[in-house]
Structures are given as C-alpha cells and as structure tokens.
C-alpha cells in the first residue's frame, strides 16, 4: 500500500509534466534557447539555482502543510 506522501510526491511530479509541458507547447522558442542558455551557464550557478529552487519549493510546501 502506497503512502500518502508517496501519492503527493507523484502528484507534484505530474503537476510538473504538465507545467513543462505547457511551456513547451506555449514558447517554444523562448524554452530551446532557455536549454540553449542553460547549457552555457556554469556548473557553479546551475547549482546554486537548484538548491534555491529545491528549499523554495520545500518551503511553500511546509506553509501549505502548516
């Protein structure tokens, strides 16, 4: 039997699928030269944008959990 934390993380990834895949669909362009630019950036600053992405996101869930 699968968890409900389990259930919610599922969720939030497919909540992200659909969120990227409307990106895509949208702005197309705006989101290859987005990759483009991406694959330009230092691995230092990709980095430092993943760990500001990863506590914000933990962050807004604490308050939506609280």
């Known amino acids: 039997m ?5 259930a919610d993380f ?8 659909v969120l990227e895949g409307i990106l895509f669909l949208a702005f197309p362009g705006w989101m290859r030269r987005a990759m483009k630019s991406a694959l ?3 691995d ?3 980095r430092i944008a993943g ?12 308050f939506v959990r609280r």
């Open 40 to 42: 330009a950036t230092p």
């Open 44 to 46: 230092n600053l990709l």
């Open 2 to 6: 699968r968890s409900i934390a389990f």
């Open 10 to 17: 599922l969720i939030g990834i497919g909540i992200l699928f």
């Open 51 to 62: 760990i500001g992405s990863a506590v914000a996101g933990l962050i807004l869930i604490w």
